[in-house]
């Protein structure tokens, strides 16, 4: 969540700067600019996490998954 902090800061500065919008009016319009592609981007992890692949990238990176794709008894291997 901490890693679309900047991006929605960026949009509210923009907005406040340039469109001349309040500040609550600037963090309704980052948040419903923000908003979607976080979702989208949290519907990524988790549905590589949940392909069977192994080739995927997030295999390299198992703390992102919510599970081990290779099962609870695996011995913590990934």
Same mark, same amino acid.
């Given at each position: =969540?901490?890693?679309?902090?900047?991006y929605?800061?960026?949009? *509210?500065?923009?907005? /406040?700067?340039?469109? @001349? +919008?309040?500040?609550? @009016?600037?963090?309704? $319009?980052?948040?419903?600019? /923000?908003?979607?592609?976080?979702?989208?981007? *949290? $519907? *990524? /992890? *988790?549905?590589? %996490?949940? =392909?069977?692949?192994?080739?995927?990238?997030? +295999?390299? =990176?198992?703390?992102? %998954?919510? +599970?081990?794709?290779? @099962?609870? $008894?695996? $011995? @913590?291997? /990934?």
């Open positions: =969540m901490t890693t679309w902090l900047p929605a800061a960026s949009y *509210v500065t923009l907005f /406040v700067s340039h469109l @001349g +919008r309040t500040f609550l @009016g600037a963090i309704k $319009g980052s948040i419903l600019k /923000v908003l979607p592609a976080a979702l989208l981007g *949290v $519907g *990524v /992890v *988790v549905s590589d %996490c949940l =392909m069977p692949s192994s080739k995927s990238p997030l +295999r390299l =990176m198992p703390k992102l %998954c919510l +599970r081990s794709k290779s @099962g609870a $008894g695996s $011995g @913590g291997k /990934v």
